[in-house]
């Protein structure tokens, strides 16, 4: 029988307009369902959730087949899963945990990832794996693009510092012997943009108003296609287990339509099982090997994070492959989704991939004096 673990996990989400008033409700169902096998008590709560003044919190479990809505003692580890996609639900986040680390001391159980130039110039501090790294600056005027492009061939590609799932992500296209610039991506609605302007500072001037006030940072143009010209990449998905050690849980292709920019599921990508597919790409050998790279590198970045960053539990690591076989490392990210593996029949990593934080929170838990 499962020792019970002391201590409550909470799973911190957005709130949401709906039958339930809070988001990945399926997510936080299976998540519940697992802890109670586990002899764990997991309960959802939102950021409104925690009242000032209150030692108590409103949040919701499920359990004998429904959602059932009571008030919880405050949670011993926070699993955020919040994402913050503005201001004003950042703000409240901030707010609702300062309101709770004053009732009840708590712990994460992960850490965010303070932006991908951080996050970039983190990975630059482990020797091992800078040469899988794009070369990467913080855009910061028009000017400066401007020399980028004349330094990289012509070619920048931009994404957001804080962005997901492919949004407001930028390639530009402007050799130095021509005055126009073109330019392909996506918008804020994660739809195409792609745009011509007859005079490169028109483009820059564009390009600068597009960014407005948000961190991007500037990266080299990878040419990360298949053999028929579809944007992929590939996705490992890191966690912690039940004995608080990393392992890889699962990898998947992703792969986006041709004559867009990006692969995210989210953007209208599909996902495939990865190694059969780099074989298929690249040959059975050189596919092997690719994946084999993968592999060892998903193995070193957590690491190398967590000595930057603090204590992390899960992270999903996104690499290209250029039509050389190079390996590329893109981005990391610490509140990954998991939905590839269903949706590539992997039931094995499916499961692992929701077991992993339940049974790293209970290791914790188990763990404390």
Same mark, same amino acid.
């Given at each position: 029988?499962?020792?019970?673990?002391?201590?409550?996990?909470? +799973?911190? *989400?957005?709130?949401?307009?709906? +039958? #339930?008033?809070?988001?990945?409700?399926?997510?936080?169902?299976?998540?519940?369902? +697992?802890? %109670?096998?586990?002899?764990? =008590?997991?309960?959802?709560?939102?950021?409104?959730?925690?009242?000032?003044? %209150?030692?108590?919190?409103?949040?919701?479990? /499920?359990?004998?087949?429904?959602?059932?809505?009571?008030?919880?003692? @405050?949670?011993? $580890?926070?699993?955020?899963?919040?994402?913050?996609?503005?201001?004003?639900?950042?703000?409240?986040?901030? $707010?609702?945990?300062?309101?709770?680390?004053?009732?009840?001391?708590?712990?994460?159980?992960?850490?965010?990832?303070?932006?991908?130039?951080?996050?970039?110039?983190?990975?630059?501090?482990?020797?091992?794996?800078?040469?899988?790294?794009?070369?990467?600056?913080?855009?910061?005027?028009?000017?400066?693009?401007?020399?980028?492009?004349?330094?990289?061939?012509?070619?920048?590609?931009?994404?957001? %510092?804080?962005?997901?799932?492919? =949004?407001?992500? #930028?390639?530009?296209?402007?050799?130095?012997?021509?005055?126009?610039?073109? &330019?392909?991506?996506?918008?804020?609605?994660? %739809?195409?943009?792609?745009?011509?302007?007859?005079?490169?500072?028109?483009?820059?001037?564009?390009?600068?108003?597009? +960014?407005?006030?948000?961190?991007?940072?500037?990266?080299?143009?990878?040419?990360?296609?298949?053999?028929?010209?579809? @944007? /992929?990449?590939?996705?490992?998905?890191?966690?912690?287990?039940?004995?608080?050690?990393?392992?890889?849980?699962?990898?998947?292709?992703?792969?986006?339509?041709?004559?867009?920019?990006?692969?995210?599921?989210?953007? !209208?990508? *599909?996902?495939?099982?990865?190694?059969?597919?780099?074989?298929?790409? /690249?040959? $059975?050998?050189? !596919?092997?090997?690719?994946?084999?790279?993968?592999?060892?590198?998903? !193995?070193?970045?957590? *690491?190398?994070?967590?000595?930057?960053?603090?204590? &992390?539990?899960?992270?999903?690591?996104?690499? !290209?492959?250029?039509?050389?076989? =190079?390996?590329? *490392?893109?981005?990391?990210?610490?509140?990954?989704?998991?939905?590839?593996?269903?949706? $590539?029949?992997?039931?094995?990593?499916?499961?692992?991939?929701?077991?992993?934080?339940?049974?790293?929170?209970?290791?914790?838990?188990?763990? =404390?004096?």
């Amino acid at each position: 029988m499962n020792k019970r673990a002391r201590g409550m996990l909470g +799973i911190l *989400v957005r709130e949401a307009d709906g +039958i #339930l008033p809070f988001s990945e409700a399926d997510f936080c169902r299976r998540l519940c369902l +697992i802890g %109670q096998r586990r002899g764990m =008590k997991v309960y959802v709560f939102t950021p409104s959730s925690v009242s000032a003044g %209150q030692s108590s919190i409103r949040g919701f479990c /499920f359990e004998n087949g429904s959602w059932q809505q009571r008030m919880y003692a @405050p949670p011993d $580890i926070v699993y955020d899963r919040c994402f913050s996609y503005d201001r004003r639900t950042l703000h409240r986040k901030h $707010i609702a945990m300062k309101r709770l680390a004053g009732v009840h001391q708590f712990s994460y159980l992960t850490r965010g990832l303070s932006g991908k130039w951080n996050v970039h110039r983190a990975l630059l501090g482990c020797p091992e794996l800078v040469p899988y790294l794009p070369d990467t600056l913080p855009y910061r005027t028009e000017s400066q693009l401007e020399l980028w492009l004349d330094s990289h061939q012509g070619e920048a590609f931009l994404k957001p %510092q804080h962005g997901t799932h492919g =949004k407001r992500t #930028l390639h530009i296209i402007s050799p130095s012997s021509s005055e126009k610039l073109l &330019l392909t991506g996506r918008d804020g609605q994660n %739809q195409i943009l792609h745009r011509q302007f007859h005079s490169r500072q028109e483009g820059l001037n564009w390009i600068h108003s597009f +960014i407005a006030n948000r961190p991007y940072i500037m990266q080299a143009y990878l040419e990360l296609v298949t053999s028929g010209k579809e @944007p /992929f990449d590939i996705r490992a998905l890191m966690q912690k287990n039940a004995q608080g050690c990393w392992e890889l849980t699962g990898m998947a292709a992703r792969i986006g339509a041709k004559e867009t920019l990006t692969s995210n599921l989210h953007g !209208g990508g *599909v996902p495939r099982e990865a190694e059969s597919f780099l074989r298929s790409e /690249f040959g $059975i050998g050189p !596919g092997s090997r690719i994946a084999d790279t993968v592999r060892e590198l998903s !193995g070193k970045i957590p *690491v190398c994070l967590e000595s930057r960053f603090g204590r &992390l539990a899960e992270l999903g690591i996104d690499f !290209g492959v250029d039509r050389s076989g =190079k390996v590329w *490392v893109l981005e990391t990210n610490s509140k990954p989704g998991r939905s590839s593996f269903f949706r $590539i029949g992997d039931a094995v990593s499916a499961r692992k991939s929701f077991e992993n934080p339940i049974l790293y929170a209970r290791y914790l838990l188990l763990s =404390k004096p």
